[in-house]
């Protein structure tokens, strides 16, 4: 008997201290990493260079993109009332992942909660989520089996901050707000690490400290931007630490992004003007608008051209990032077929040239007038997208070109000497979207040091 009660105490207390540890995710925090089991969790997404972003939500209804709440100064309580309005009848994951398949992308990224603090999944302890609300439906559900299904990666995007928080907008006066907005946070974030099977990109935007009150202070009645240069200094903490240790730990695997101050997998930039230079050294993905307008849907957008979004794509590979191309699916649950029409567009110019771009890094010749340059092993790929006048001149290389041709088998003539490696292509041959030249080396091209191409 007395060993029983032994027993069982024993048994209680190291289950008690079990659900302690479990409650204090920073206890089991992992062993950093080391460079190269960090390449190694990144092999996948630096193979896949091409991604397809997609925001949606309620601001598909109104249709002015997704800071419509925001920028129209719509009251909480008026906004909240989309959710009855939101039945995406036609929704279908499974068609979304073929549109996504067929354009040529390796992987997804969905707005699981957007700034609005709508969730698109399951959340009990919340009111406002679409299994809740009119549609009474987990889309996060559909989607991430679906493009899990169909061999896609699977990325969500979650937004910390949520408008509907004044601690957001004054984390000081407003502390408690602050702190509600930021359980809401961490139990969010939990729910989606465990309840979606493996997630493979864990997009945060809007969590960074420096973005609370939107990177102003409101200090002597008054509201002012804080210089770039000056941090926020106030009370409140998003706790990020304890969320990044959790997901270390729930989701091993996954990528984050850069964007809620937790040692980062990769680096975001945003927006077309936000290209960039050639970064090697830290892994990047540039993400833009397949319209020219917002990121959520927005009927009158017009669609970039073909030649935009496959030189876009091109030119992030030829400076070694990743591209994230966004589309915002219409109120019905819906892509726009003209949206998803360019996207097939983007996948028949990847099935023909696709060898030129996946499983590459960028470089040796850097980024300039001409185009940009990717390789892979003993290749090199040349992607022209402006022709100099004469022929194209790239920098020796201590290295030598064995053979070089056309990728679509056109017409070329090449030699090489002292002065670099001299390129003609008769302006039948060129494809006035990239013209794409493959260059052999006698040995792999990576260890070689980038070099610069002369102008014009
Ligand atoms: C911005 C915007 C947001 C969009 C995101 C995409 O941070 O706040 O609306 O989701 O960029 O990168």
């Not at 408008?163 to 809401?184: H, N």
């Not at 409101?218 to 002012?224: I, L, P, Q, V, Y």
């Not at 980024?367 to 340059?373: A, E, F, H, I, L």
């Amino acid at each position: 008997m007395r060993s029983v009660i032994v027993t069982t105490t024993l048994a209680l207390l190291l289950a008690s201290a079990v659900s302690l540890e479990a409650q204090d995710p920073a206890a089991s925090a992992p062993a950093p990493e080391t460079a190269a089991q960090h390449e190694a969790r990144l092999a996948w997404w630096r193979e896949a260079r091409f991604g397809v972003f997609i925001h949606w939500g309620l601001y598909a209804i109104p249709g002015h993109g997704e800071w419509v709440q925001w920028n129209e100064q719509i009251p909480v309580e008026e906004y909240a009332k989309l959710a009855d309005e939101f039945k995406p009848t036609q929704f279908d994951a499974v068609a979304w992942a073929a549109t996504i398949k067929t354009a040529g992308a390796k992987y997804a990224v969905l707005t699981a909660r957007h700034h609005d603090g709508f969730a698109l999944f399951d959340d009990p302890q919340s009111e406002f989520t679409s299994v809740k609300a009119a549609a009474h439906h987990d889309f996060v559900a559909d989607y991430t089996k679906a493009i899990r299904a169909a061999g896609l990666r699977v990325g969500l995007y979650y937004s910390p901050l949520d408008w509907r928080f004044p601690g957001y907008i004054m984390p000081d006066l407003q502390r408690k707000s602050a702190e509600a907005m930021r359980t809401q946070y961490h139990r969010q974030m939990e729910q989606l690490m465990t309840n979606y099977g493996k997630l493979d990109v864990i997009w945060f935007d809007g969590g960074e400290t420096d973005w609370l009150n939107f990177g102003a202070d409101w200090k002597g009645a008054e509201w002012k931007k804080r210089p770039r240069e000056q941090h926020y200094s106030g009370g409140f903490s998003w706790e990020h630490n304890k969320v990044y240790a959790q997901l270390r730990r729930l989701q091993p695997q996954t990528l984050i992004n850069g964007r809620a101050d937790m040692p980062e997998d990769f680096r975001s930039r945003e927006g077309d003007g936000a290209l960039g230079g050639f970064d090697a050294e830290h892994p990047w993905e540039l993400c833009t608008t397949i319209v020219k307008g917002a990121w959520g849907w927005q009927p009158d957008a017009e669609i970039k051209s073909l030649t935009h979004l496959v030189q876009m794509l091109v030119k992030a590979a030829g400076r070694d990032g990743n591209y994230l191309l966004n589309v915002g699916p219409r109120p019905d649950g819906t892509i726009d077929p003209a949206q998803a029409q360019r996207l097939r567009e983007i996948g028949d110019w990847l099935r023909k040239n696709g060898g030129s771009i996946y499983g590459t890094r960028g470089g040796p010749f850097l980024p300039g007038d001409y185009g940009v340059s990717t390789h892979q092993g003993n290749t090199v790929y040349v992607h022209v997208l402006q022709w100099p006048a004469g022929p194209l001149m790239l920098p020796a290389l201590p290295a030598k070109v064995l053979r070089v041709s056309l990728l679509d088998g056109g017409e070329l003539s090449w030699s090489q000497g002292e002065r670099g490696i001299e390129l003609t292509v008769p302006a039948a041959a060129r494809d006035a979207i990239d013209t794409i030249m493959k260059l052999e080396f006698d040995q792999p091209v990576t260890a070689l040091k980038p070099v610069a191409v002369a102008g014009k």
